[in-house]
Nanobody, 127 residues
Framework: QVQLVESGGGLVQAGASLRLSCAAS????????VGWFRQAPGKERQSVGA????????RVSDPMKGRFSIARDNTKNTVYLQMNSLRPEDTAVYFC????????????????????WGQGTQVTVSS
């Protein structure tokens, strides 16, 4: 079992950058695929992207491609979400989630595909 804690959120102006961190406090972190999601008020939880257990493969969901990137450092038990050129519509609570891989796939976009979740970190982008 893995416990996840997100950090790095905050209030920024449009065009700014933020880097979110997802740190694991228990479990063997390198055993888990990690996904990033976000949820704006009144909206469903949306996939932002995912990274494989090894960190060698990443994928960012189409709406964020070109602005967001994901990286992983298993020596630090941490996954990062780098967000550039932020827009007001990026305002949401951002979550990381983990699951054990069951095959070669790592890019899971459905929240129910993940077993473990962090508490989320708020990102607010002002215009």
């Amino acid at each position: 079992q893995v416990q996840l804690v997100e950090s790095g959120g905050g209030l920024v102006q449009a065009g700014a950058s933020l880097r979110l961190s997802c740190a694991a406090s228990s479990g063997t972190f390198s055993d888990y695929i990690v996904g990033w999601f976000r949820q704006a008020p009144g909206k469903e939880r949306q996939s932002v992207g995912a990274v494989s257990a090894s960190g060698l493969s990443t994928r960012v969901s189409d709406p964020m491609k070109g602005r967001f990137s994901i990286a992983r450092d298993n020596t630090k038990n941490t996954v990062y979400l780098q967000m550039n050129s932020l827009r007001p519509e990026d305002t949401a609570v951002y979550f990381c989630a983990a699951r054990v891989p069951t095959n070669a796939d790592f890019y899971y976009v459905r929240p129910e595909s993940y077993a473990y979740w962090g508490q989320g970190t708020q990102v607010t982008v002002s215009s």
